[in-house]
């Protein structure tokens, strides 16, 4: 049974980091496309970031318009876990951030991945 299991989350105040984990088990996802998307009060669950094998060991990211620069996103293979790098933490970046992996369509599409972690809450206090 696969499953994906993020970690990580918690309140911060802004201006500050965070690093959210998710782990995989259940299969290996070292071929297949990771992301993260976060899904604040009252709001649709957004597309964060992605990371995509290209061949080899080479991997590409990509990033909502709105946070690159800020968010990071990285995966270590050998421990089937990905990674997002969250700095300048700011209010509106509250929210549930949820892991999803093997992608079916468009990266930034919440509808394209078919597995989902259960979500951690990311609090920014102001």
């Known amino acids: 049974q696969v499953q994906l299991v993020e970690s990580g989350g918690g309140l911060v105040q802004a201006g500050g980091s965070l690093r959210l984990s998710c782990a995989a088990s259940?299969?290996?996802?070292?071929?297949?496309?990771m992301a993260w998307f976060r899904q604040a009060p009252g709001k649709e669950r957004e597309f964060v970031a992605s990371?995509?094998?290209?061949?080899?060991?080479?991997?590409?990211?990509d990033y909502a318009d709105s946070l690159k620069g800020r968010f990071t996103i990285s995966r270590d293979n050998a421990k089937n876990t990905v990674y997002l790098q969250m700095n300048s933490l700011k209010a509106e970046d509250t929210a549930v951030y949820y892991c999803a992996a093997d992608l079916r369509g468009s990266y930034y599409d919440n509808d394209a991945y078919v597995y989902w972690g259960q979500g951690t809450q990311v609090t920014v206090s102001s």
């Open positions: 259940g299969r290996t996802f070292s071929t297949s496309t």
């Open positions: 990371i995509r094998a290209a061949g080899g060991r080479t991997y590409y990211a």
